[in-house]
């Protein structure tokens, strides 16, 4: 088992520029959440997928979007990028009813 | 109403002590509390996790204390060892909004040889 992988690793763009983020789940699982971790915080909530569409959202703006593929393998982009979106982007899979979620290694993304 | 208030900031236990982290909460409707270990550059892994039916859950040198009445909740690790020295944070979720995780700030833990 892979468990929950995420590419790329780490990512540099400008402001202003869009990025997508790629998560693939551990296998038998079939909710995808994204989270974002500034340095040095907990990380936050910013949606969940299941069943390819978004289930949860948390305090994020529209410019943060996503979509959950038919193998529940789930992107992130994310558009007009500013300076407070550099952060650890990490993605979690769970099984839907199931509390527990695994992590992936996450997504450095610094935006200069 | 949200939040999970984590303490403290940053801890320094010798090896073979406790390392004691506390967390407390607010919404009465959480109904899971999981801690998890972070290390540099890395995603966070599940420790342990506990639900607000039982007061205690030890998995080798780690233990959960919880009580529900003070809303309040605790990771103890046992025999602290250099291999422990991370970020520990503790979260919240319940069923209702499908265990979106809710996080405390973290905890720096150095365990000094």
């Known amino acids: 088992d892979a468990g929950v992988t995420q590419s790329p690793t780490h990512l540099i763009k400008t402001r202003g520029q869009q990025v997508t983020l790629r998560c693939s789940p551990k296998?038998?699982?079939?909710?995808v959440s994204w989270y974002q971790q500034a340095l040095g915080q907990g990380p936050q909530f910013i949606f969940q997928y299941y069943e390819e569409e978004e289930r949860q959202r948390g305090n994020f703006p529209d410019r943060f979007s996503g979509h959950q593929f038919p193998n529940y393998s789930s992107e992130l982009n994310v558009n007009a990028l500013l300076l407070g979106d550099s952060a650890l982007y990490l993605c979690?899979?769970?099984?839907?009813?199931?509390?527990?979620?695994?992590f992936g290694p996450g997504t450095r993304l610094t935006v200069l | 109403q949200q939040q999970v208030k984590q303490s403290p900031q940053s801890l320094i236990v010798q090896k073979g002590g406790i390392s004691i982290i506390n967390c407390a909460y607010e919404?009465?409707?959480?109904?899971?509390f999981p801690w998890y270990q972070q290390f540099p550059g890395k995603g966070p892994a599940l420790l342990i996790a506990?639900?607000?039916d039982v007061s205690e859950k030890k998995e080798g040198r780690f233990t959960i204390s919880f009580n529900k009445s003070a809303k309040q909740f605790s990771l103890h690790i046992m025999d602290s060892q250099p291999g422990d020295s991370a970020t520990y944070f503790c979260?919240?979720?319940?069923?209702?909004?499908?265990?979106?995780?809710?996080w405390g700030a973290g905890t720096k833990l150095i365990i000094k040889p």
């Open positions: 919404n009465t409707a959480f109904d899971y």
């Open positions: 979260a919240a979720s319940n069923g209702n909004s499908n265990y979106q995780l809710i």
């Open positions: 506990i639900r607000p």
């Open positions: 296998s038998g699982h079939d909710t």
């Open positions: 979690a899979s769970s099984l839907t009813g199931r509390a527990e979620q695994f």
